[in-house]
């Protein structure tokens, strides 16, 4: 969201060059990022610093285990965490092996990853409270952990509908469940304060990543103090490189220099344009298809079904499809995101609507080709 080479974050990372770049002890710049954090996020009380989203869901999953003393993790289909063995699971499962869906099936989506983790993992249903309630009643001994993308991201841009956000935190805390937001593509972006403001509804831990750190290897995750102090009481969290000052830098300016308030108003303002168009083009020419778009982010699908959740992204979004749009944009000089479950779109703060005529205008010049 920060853009490449933003001035501010090249110039603070050019002057902690000079003052330092791992002091392997506590320094004041931890202190400033995390009360950037903190003032962004209502539930986080405390911050922790690591070097990538991955690290930051499993560091926040262990512990949850540890805080809930139970070792099940409740993980919603389709939504991608990371690349540690407890998350390579249920992300983009083909067809044949989804299993019944309202109780998915886990399934193990990396070479080496073992068994005995998967049978740790349960997997539900995006947008379906009753199909996690019934999971959580029937495991209620076991799992203690439910952790989500409060957008799914990793399926084009599927918001939670309706109560369902709100419902998962009734459920989890009626089953004594630690709920955890994965951030790491939501958070500093969709809103100051990630999905959690965007939302209204509070998680206990929230993971984040990316745009925090302006392109910076960064990763964190808060939450609530009671959770938190596990880390003083047992649960492991270390790492050379966690909250080393140079990524701090970049952490500090983007979220006290970068990311204002009119910076917001700036990218929301493009999305909404960029969005708009799509839909106009699409309706000029015939073309199925509309746009699902939050503030900066959105994408388009080819589809004129509902996307719910995983199963109706994989069913009604033809891959081929998108294919051709990506060539057919590439060669019209905009690169979308290569994957077709996320080709979705960030704006930064360094776009302008010159990039949004061109994007548009290389779209007009592509959506009659797709409508034939
Ligand atoms: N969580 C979500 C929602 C993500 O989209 C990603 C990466 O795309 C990660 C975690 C992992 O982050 P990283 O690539 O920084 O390890």
């Known amino acids: 969201m920060v853009g490449h080479n933003h001035p501010a ?9 000079e003052n330092g770049t791992l002091f392997t002890h506590p320094h004041e710049l931890l202190g400033e990022a995390a009360e950037a954090i903190k003032d962004r996020w209502d539930p986080i009380d405390l911050v922790r610093f690591t070097n990538s989203g991955t690290e930051s869901t499993m560091h926040a999953i262990r512990l949850a285990r540890a805080y ?19 998350v390579l699971l249920s992300k983009s499962v083909p067809a044949h092996k989804l299993g019944h869906p309202k109780q998915p099936t886990t399934v193990i989506e990396s070479e080496g990853v073992p068994e005995a983790i998967a049978d740790t993992v349960e997997i539900g249903p995006w947008n379906d409270l009753d199909a996690i309630e019934s999971i959580l009643e029937e495991n209620a001994t076991e799992i203690g ?17 309706g109560e369902y956000l709100q419902g998962l935190r009734e459920l989890c805390d009626e089953y004594n469940v630690v709920l955890i937001f994965d951030e790491v593509k939501t958070g500093v972006k969709i809103a100051p304060g990630g999905a959690t403001e965007y939302y209204g509804v509070e998680p206990d831990l929230v993971t984040m990543a990316k745009s925090i750190g302006g392109n910076m290897p960064v990763g964190a995750f808060g939450g609530r103090e009671d959770i938190m102090r596990e880390i003083e ?3 492991a969290h270390y790492g050379t490189y966690n909250g080393n000052p140079l990524v701090l830098r970049a952490v500090t300016t983007v979220l006290n220099e970068v990311l204002t308030d009119d910076a917001y108003d700036h990218v929301d303002a493009l999305g909404d344009r960029l969005a708009t168009g799509y839909e106009e083009i699409m309706a000029d020419v015939g073309l199925a298809g509309h746009v699902e778009q939050v503030n900066s982010q959105g994408i388009v699908v080819f589809t004129d079904e509902e996307i719910n959740n995983y199963r109706d992204f994989d069913e009604h979004v033809d891959v081929e499809f998108h294919e051709n749009y990506w060539f057919a944009m590439l060669e019209r000089g905009v690169l979308p995101h290569p994957h077709h479950a996320s080709q979705q779109w960030t704006i930064s703060v360094q776009h302008e609507d010159e990039h949004i005529d061109r ?3 290389a779209f007009k010049d592509v959506a009659p080709m797709l409508a034939d």
């Open 359 to 361: 994007h548009l205008e």
């Open 233 to 235: 009481n047992g649960t």
């Open 9 to 17: 974050v090249t110039d603070a990372l050019r002057d902690q060059l």
């Open 68 to 86: 809930s003393g139970r070792e099940k993790v409740l993980k919603i289909e389709g939504s991608y965490h990371g690349a540690h063995d407890y």
């Open 145 to 161: 952990t439910l952790i989500v993308e409060p957008i799914v991201m990793n399926v084009g841009v599927t918001q939670p509908h």
